[in-house]
């Protein structure tokens, strides 16, 4: 039994001295972050953090990348535009399925979203299918102290659509679409161009509170003030485009029989790639010949009816809810591997940079 127990002595003796000598360093042990920087327990390095925080790894345009589990605790309230609704909610939904908490997100249309957060300070967050206006724009600087923070996160094509069984309107000019939204109702497509069939005419739109609207008078109507949609036979379907798929899929429009109605309505190309089974999509000729709406189109600038996204907030937000700061960061970390699958197309990288530089600054992070 001794030479068995002295063995044991002596490997204990070998260890306590690899041990000892483990902690005889300069300046103790050391931890690391991936992506942070290094903290030393007991260096006498001035040059060394003074609190222990490990910034996170770097993402998209200089942003952190934000892990959902680790995020700030507190609610985030989001409202506006029908366009950007479901690009936000599939960027919620991607951040709910890796742990992150569930936030508010209500469709209302941009005017309604951004009255809600310059007007009322009733959200965290407004979604927008068009740029703040001037109003808004002081509403906002006077509601939250501070110019509100503009994050550009895609691109949308507005779309027309007709139903598969409409021939004669594959192809408008925008004179066209101007004529068909101002006509009363009871009109026909024969008002709209003679050489048309004189099928009922039918038009769907949403309401003045959306961007989509909006965005339509300003490139259709030229921002005529009122607009002439608001005077025309056209349903206004308020931010339910569903109202708008089903109108147009179920006109029963067949060409030869004229006693069927034809519609047509417009919203974001979203909810056109979601339904292209059901719908047809115009081409549209702003004067350089008719361009469906497309990745190339789109990203070429030659189809006439695109238009940025948006996403607003404000510095004052951001310093009481750090969670706005890394939801919006983890957004434009991912949005651009999303967009596409929701029906939308990526914004141009100086937009997206700028609009990280944004969310930097207000955060502290640049």
Not at 31 to 45: N, Y
Request: with cysteine; net charge negative.
């Amino acid at each position: 039994m001794k030479p068995k127990f002295s063995r044991v002595l002596a490997l204990m003796a070998v260890l306590a001295l690899v041990v000892a000598a483990c902690g005889d360093g300069d300046g103790g042990d050391t931890s690391t972050t991936a992506g942070g920087p290094t903290t030393t327990r007991g260096s006498t390095d001035t040059t060394a953090p003074t609190d222990t925080t490990m910034a996170p790894a770097e993402g998209m345009y200089g942003l952190p990348l934000i892990d959902p589990l680790s995020v700030s605790p507190g609610d985030i309230a989001m409202a506006g535009s029908s366009t950007v609704f479901p690009l936000s909610q599939a960027v919620l939904a991607q951040w709910q399925d890796e742990g992150g908490p569930q936030y508010g997100l209500d469709s209302i249309g941009s005017g309604g979203g951004l009255e809600r957060f310059c007007v009322e300070g009733g959200s965290d967050i407004a979604n927008a299918s068009r740029q703040i206006n001037d109003e808004e724009f002081a509403d906002c600087t006077a509601t939250w102290g501070s110019e509100p923070i503009e994050v550009r996160v895609g691109t949308d094509a507005l779309s027309l659509v007709i139903s598969p069984g409409n021939t004669f309107a594959t192809e408008l000019t925008i004179e066209q679409i101007a004529t068909a939204f101002s006509l009363p109702a009871g009109s026909t497509w024969a008002d709209v161009d003679p050489s048309f069939p004189a099928h009922p005419l039918v038009t769907f739109s949403p309401g003045a509170d959306s961007g989509t609207f909006d965005y339509f008078n300003e490139v259709i109507f030229d921002e005529a003030d009122p607009p002439p949609v608001l005077s025309s036979g056209a349903n206004i379907v308020g931010e339910d485009d569903n109202i708008t798929v089903e109108g147009v899929a179920e006109d029963g429009c067949t060409e030869g029989d004229t006693s069927s109605t034809c519609g047509i309505g417009y919203f974001g190309y979203a909810y056109y790639a979601q339904n292209t089974d059901r719908l047809g999509v115009v081409s549209v000729d702003g004067g350089d010949g008719p361009i469906a709406p497309s990745d190339d189109s789109v990203n070429a600038g030659t189809y006439p009816i695109s238009r940025p996204l948006f996403m607003y907030t404000a510095a004052e937000v951001i310093e009481a809810k750090p969670q706005v700061a890394e939801f919006m960061a983890y957004f434009l970390n991912n949005v651009n591997t999303l967009i596409s699958d929701v029906g939308y197309f990526p914004a141009p990288d100086e937009a997206l940079q700028e609009a990280a530089d944004h969310i930097k600054a207000a955060a502290g992070w640049s």
